[in-house]
């Protein structure tokens, strides 16, 4: 008699049992509607061990979520804000802002697939937004592309899953090859970060992301739910100066207000990665953003003039219009 896989609060499943109880899992949840505890009593499971379960299969497409607004796009919107902000497109995803960031992720997913020419080289960053892309770009967007990281790394987060490897997903997708920039986002100290923009590894992957044709980035916000804060890069007193001189988010991680102007030159000096001086050079600059925390993050980064592409919520769009000429 066939012995019944071990499960313990820290082994699943490795063979071919564990396709099944995603299976099962998935259907439970998606199709009977059941809470994380029915499902973790009737399998004998936990709840962690059920999360993760139903995490790995989207992650492997066994479960395909897929949100289809009435319309895709939001012309008029889209008009108004490309003419006021002098964008090359905007991509506006209508409905209500509690869509979140998966509608927008969809949209941006099908955007970068149709590019044409397609890009031979493309920068990317991270984080949930960008994993959200990452998980929505259709199998063979590309062919052979060069996806290089534009911004350093951060340390692993509890409960933040797939943070870091956007960049492996898009090349994984596009037939081709990830370069990683294997530094810290930002470090203790200017000479630190001169010193590893320096090192011929590091300084290769900055002169390749800096040759991109497509450069897509997601804004970051301020305060608790800072990536950069809670992975430790920046320190919760330096979170609170950031605050207190009107910064209301990030841009590849240099810290702008909503004039976007750079709020902190020393911690500036400290981010390593392509500077917003670099963006100017890029043929094509994309800025996702998604939810009421990125209103602020995305007025300013408009008002740079150096995104000019920008996929959002109609929210959003509406939020930067409404201040454009706020003074």
Known sequence: MREEPERTANRLPVDESRDHLMVQIARMTYQQDKTLT?????????????????????????????????????????????????????IIVPGPAEQGVDAVAQVAGQYLAQIKPRPKTIGVSWGRTMGAVAHWLPPDWADGVSVVQINGTVAPIPGIAHHNDVAETFARKGKGRMVPLPVPAIVGERLTREVLEKDRIVADVLRLARSAEVLAFSLGIVGEGSVLMRSGNILKSEMAGLMKAGAVGDMLGHFINRRGEIVDAELDARTIGLSLGDLRRCDRVIGIAAGPEKHDVSLGALRTGLINVLIADEATALFALEHAHDR
Do not use: C, M, Y
Not at 41 to 56: H, I
Not at 66 to 89: C, Q, S, Y
């Open 38 to 90: 029915d499902i973790a009593a009737e399998t004998g499971l936990n709840r962690w061990q059920v999360s993760r379960l139903l995490q790995e299969a989207r992650d492997l497409g066994i479960v395909r979520i897929e949100i289809v607004p009435r319309t895709l796009r939001h012309p008029e919107l889209e008009t108004r804000l490309a003419r006021t902000f002098g964008l090359r497109d905007a």
